[in-house]
T-cell receptor
Framework: KAGVTQTPRYLIKTRGQQVTLSCSPI?????VSWYQQTPGQGLQFLFE???????NKGNFPGRFSGRQFSNSRSEMNVSTLELGDSALYLC???FGQGVSSGANVLTFGAGSRLTVL | QQQVKQSPQSLIVQKGGISIINCAYE??????FPWYQQFPGKGPALLIA?????SEKKEGRFTISFNKSAKQFSLHIMDSQPGDSATYFC?????????????FGTGTLLAVQP
């Protein structure tokens, strides 16, 4: 079974640009979440999607947005990039909502490493 | 109140030794406590998780000890191996983990020396 696939793996942007990151969840997984990982702030929750609906949102500015498609694939977008947006962006998926147990646990992808110059 | 405090920041253990990582939380609504392991260039991977209705959970060489009254939980790695060298994150969430919003600790970089 393929894992969570994130593209691109690495990208470099300049301040003021925007970026779109893509995530393909594990086949059959309908719940997708995004996290930002930085050395200073650690892992921080961005958003959570289920059945194309945003279920939860972290404390990030409106420049950070996301969406989920009918095939459960998800994208996140960051507009007007700032130097502080340089980070590893992690996507995670699980089968569905409900308590975490057995196969219904959060599985992370390898991430998209964004560098903003 | 949403924080999960993790210590130590880094840890060096000899092969065969016991690695212990501690976490503390404030929010009593937390009821799902997973530990994740992350190798360089990879995403975090679930190692083991516990709910507050049990005080200990063991899976192979990995054990979580949970102290509900103290609002603390810890990961013990028995017979530590060089292959265990990684960054370990504790986390917490509510609703039995029904939400994907995990509050992570700051991580512990473990180095197991051969």
């Amino acid at each position: 079974k393929a894992g969570v696939t994130q593209t691109p793996r690495y990208l470099i942007k300049t301040r003021g640009q925007q970026v779109t990151l893509s995530c393909s969840p594990i086949s059959g997984h309908r719940s997708v979440s995004w996290y930002q990982q930085t050395p200073g702030q650690g892992l921080q929750f961005l958003f959570e999607y289920f059945s194309e609906t945003q279920r939860n949102k972290g404390n990030f500015p409106g420049r950070f947005s996301g969406r989920q498609f009918s095939n459960s694939r998800s994208e996140m977008n960051v507009s007007t990039l700032e130097l502080g947006d340089s980070a590893l962006y992690l996507c995670a998926s699980r089968f569905g909502q409900g308590v975490s147990s057995g196969a219904n646990v959060l599985t992370f992808g390898a991430g998209s490493r964004l560098t903003v110059l | 109140q949403q924080q999960v405090k993790q210590s130590p920041q880094s840890l060096i253990v000899q092969k065969g030794g016991i690695s212990i990582i501690n976490c503390a939380y404030e929010n009593t609504a937390f009821d799902y406590f997973p530990w994740y392991q992350q190798f360089p260039g990879k995403g975090p991977a679930l190692l083991i998780a516990i709910r507050p209705d049990v005080s200990e959970k063991k899976e192979g060489r990995f054990t979580i000890s949970f102290n509900k009254s103290a609002k603390q939980f810890s990961l013990h790695i028995m017979d530590s191996q060089p292959g265990d060298s990684a960054t370990y994150f504790c986390a917490a969430s509510i609703e039995g983990g029904a939400t994907n919003k995990l509050i992570f600790g700051t991580g512990t970089l473990l180095a197991v020396q051969p």
